[in-house]
């Protein structure tokens, strides 16, 4: 059996910002090119143990790997000292199909993939001038929205909100921790804000569109599921820019869906993300929109590098 | 990371033939009875390494665990000395969605769950006084078939067919050697027999209809993916019982979904295996035919069982 068991202390070795950045970038790109393999998402519901499962499998043509990734959340957990969220990823040989590494990265690829991602539109859309941000929710996928935008780009000010205000607190806490100037603030004061980055599990909008006429760009992460929205649908439509991770994830399930089937805007009007990380890109005047459901092909992107900086680890 | 490796000279201490037949009815007669979650399969294609690979999740509602079965078929690496088929089980916890092992099993659970289901089916639907059987491919699962179904029914008499008499005489030669009476025949002589089994990667039907008239029971496994196909469409019109392991995936790449394309017979006609591995039931008069796709349950329950079966074995 030549197949690795990598745990998380060491995936983290390997897994460094500047990597996953990269990764998730081609990955992007690669997408908005046609040179991904990229079948929809399984997903599987546990309702008596208020739990989902996401199989999501992912393979950039050429390269050396694909991958298969598994992740749950399960919203009891924390009663029992566990985190909701939990998964694997396991590696194959693109060449051989033999499985080559199982990634047993707590899901924590999955969030650093995410957030990534989240950084490179966030600020690929966002005016250059622009060094305020507010963020909409204080889970994990929150902060790492921030931290991981404040290393493209400085932020002056982070305003945070979130519907439990303790979390909130946490949250702004742990960002002036990291050297990030930030506060709590209220829902109105952050929606308004020039750049807003949503990232809540909401399954109805936050706030009325008007909440958001002042924001240049708004990012939304949370909706990677049937039955999440967090951007009220009708804001589509004010704006010059619609860009999307996967069209058809997002319109299946990201807030972009949302709004098409409200008729507020077409289907065929959005822009892929990674079209826009490609460049050469100019910013049409007005506002902008990213949603992000999450793309198999930068878990493999990912792990297929995290991989290879292991395997060159290993060597040195 | 409490993630366990479990390699395949383990499994193999724990997927006994009564483990693997057990768990492979109760997978079929929950799924027949929609106690199970069973989302389409994933299917990636590497036309550059000839190759293909299936992802399938499944779980048996009530049950501890639930499954992401990776399957991979790389048809050049014979010529590198690998074997064709290999993959991967990860065995996730249904109440905490913690991936508790990885059965590093290189497709052989996969191989036995289908022989298990191929040789129940035959066993349920083959009238008592048969003995004689004919096996029309000459592969892996061709010799599983018939193992398996000697297991369930002594069988006095197999013939053997393949379109490359060398692979016939070796799995001849190998059924000879386990004790199973086994001959090298024509396709004619074969599909004339009153049990035939089809396991072959054929995307042409085997032969005409005509050819398999004096067949009572038809069990074919080979269609396992788009693009492939057994038995002639019009062969389904002559069946007084036609048996499908799932319906939408038969009807969509199985044999049954092309006789039902093709107008033979209509989209509702077939009973679910797992109803008739339940009972009671009674064989109608004429013919039958099973035709199996695969199912992700069935790969849960076999995975449940060996991981409760090695957790026996370390607690004695």
Redesign the interface.
Known sequence: ?N?A?V??DEIRTAATRPLVFTAVQEALIAHAEGRT?A??P?????PD?N?D?H?K?G?VIGARH?T?K?A???YD?PQ?G?SS????V?V?S??????LA?L?DDGWLTAWRTAAAGALITHALTPADVRDVAILGTGVQARLQIEWLHALRPLDHVKVWGRRAEGAERLSNDLNAVGINADVTSLADAASTACVITATAAATPLAPAEAFADARHITAIGADMPGKNELPPSLFSAASTIATDDHTQCLDHGDFGSAVRAGHVRPDCDTKVGTILRGPYSRPPGSSIADLTGIGVADASVASAVLDSLAGIAIR
């Open positions: 059996m197949l068991m745990g998380l393999l079948p929809p399984v997903h599987l519901m546990f143990a739990g499962c199989v499998a393979h694909f298969v598994v749950t959340s399960f957990n029992a566990l969220n939990n998964g694997a396991l194959m693109a060449t051989t199909g033999a499985p199982l047993a």
